[in-house]
């Protein structure tokens, strides 16, 4: 059983369309992160929060937009998407601050349309 | 920035035998490598991780060892069992940023 909880489990949205994945994490951690997950590529880091403030921002597009409001909660907006968007998003937490995530959540399948 | 090289990407092993995965970086100051588990339908799991001061770390069945001259490193899963069947990531980690390899997929076959 995950610590790290992941909604929804799967979403399919236009590319006009915004929608919001969100991830709670029941582990007492204090750094929560979102990884995008491509088929035949690296797990990418996207961002990284450290008691609830953004600590990094791996260079993604701005149509990706994270929120943090207490250190147990970790959300995703999404707007304006493209077809390459398509992948997988985890959501990740760890004890320390170090950026070495300990616990993923299952994920959001996300396609877009 | 750091690279991670994974191989092979694909494994199949009969039940009980050992299983072998190894990656290399090219980062020197990389100083903490994690290894994750990932079943289908699930995030990855952490199974087990070497820092660099150590040289090999075992747990119960598998065991991951580390040569930091040649910058690589390796997992070895022992007495395998049809469980392990899953996609295993390595991963290198400095300064806040943690690099993952690509990926094995492990079958083992009853």
């Known amino acids: 059983e995950t610590g790290v909880t992941q909604t929804p489990r799967h979403l399919v949205m236009g590319m006009t369309n915004k929608k919001s994945l969100k991830c709670e994490q029941h582990?007492?951690?204090?750094?929560m992160y979102w990884y995008k997950q491509s088929a035949k590529k690296p797990l990418e880091l996207m961002f990284v929060y450290n008691f609830k403030e953004q600590t990094e921002n791996n260079s993604v597009p701005s149509r990706f937009s994270p929120e943090c409001p207490n250190s147990s909660h970790l959300f995703l907006h999404l707007h304006t998407l493209q077809p390459e968007d398509s992948a997988l998003y985890l959501c990740?937490?760890?004890?320390?601050?170090?950026?070495?995530?300990?616990?993923f959540g299952d994920g959001t399948r996300l396609s877009i349309l | 920035g750091e690279n991670v090289e994974q191989h092979p990407s694909t494994l199949s092993v009969q039940e009980g035998d050992s299983a072998v995965i190894k990656c290399t970086y090219s980062?020197?100051?990389?100083?903490?490598f994690p290894w994750y588990k990932q079943e289908l339908g699930k995030g990855p799991q952490l199974i087990i991780d070497i820092r660099s001061n150590v040289g090999e770390k075992k747990d119960q069945r598998i065991a991951v060892t580390l040569n930091k001259t040649a910058k690589h490193f390796s997992l070895h899963i022992t007495e395998t069992q049809p469980e392990d069947s899953a996609v295993y990531f390595c991963?290198?980690?400095?300064?806040?940023?943690?690099?993952f390899g690509k990926g094995t997929k492990l079958s083992v076959i009853p």
């Open positions: 980062d020197s100051a990389s100083n903490y």
């Open positions: 990740a937490s760890s004890q320390g601050t170090g950026g070495q995530p300990q616990h």
């Open positions: 582990l007492g951690h204090n750094a």
């Open positions: 991963a290198a980690h400095r300064s806040y940023q943690l690099t």
